[in-house]
């Protein structure tokens, strides 16, 4: 990925700053801290502060170039969007099919900030299935 390039095409200021956390998250397999961020770019002997970060990410986020993920106490991680994997739920009456993103994400984050562990599966198949609200309110009456 050109970093530079990225940033221009989603209209946003090219920085030094932007493009190493840019390129953090582009490198990093797994969803990141903005603490993990910032001592990154200490390694890389970036003279960043924590708030730059902060604000950053904020900026990527708006412009959907990446995911948050709210862990709860304040905490959360970034990813880069990518392919979101998608599910379908289906109505078991009507058949109705409403397309959302993936929630499994948003699990294995908190999973990991609770316990530490970290799922070695890829992808982890979700059956979605239930009754819509047109069809919940038909069967009351």
């Known amino acids: 990925m050109e970093i530079e390039k990225y940033l221009r095409q989603h209209g946003i200021k090219v920085t030094k700053g932007r493009i190493n956390v840019l390129d953090i998250l582009n490198k ?7 603490e993990y961020i910032f001592n990154e770019c200490k390694k890389r002997n970036l003279n960043i502060d924590l708030s730059t970060v902060y604000r950053s990410l904020d900026l990527f986020e708006n412009k959907e170039l990446i995911k948050k993920f709210d862990l709860g106490q304040g905490k959360n991680n970034y990813r880069l969007r990518k392919e979101d994997h998608k599910h379908i739920l289906q109505c078991k009456l009507c058949h109705k099919e409403v397309e959302i993103d993936c929630p ?3 699990v294995r984050e908190l999973i990991k900030d609770k316990t530490g562990f970290t799922f070695m599966d890829k992808e982890l198949d979700l059956k979605l299935e239930g009754i819509c609200d047109e069809c919940t309110d038909h ?3």
């Open 28 to 34: 990093s397999d797994h969803a990141v801290n903005a």
């Open 104 to 106: 499994m994400q948003q």
């Open 139 to 141: 069967t009351k009456k």
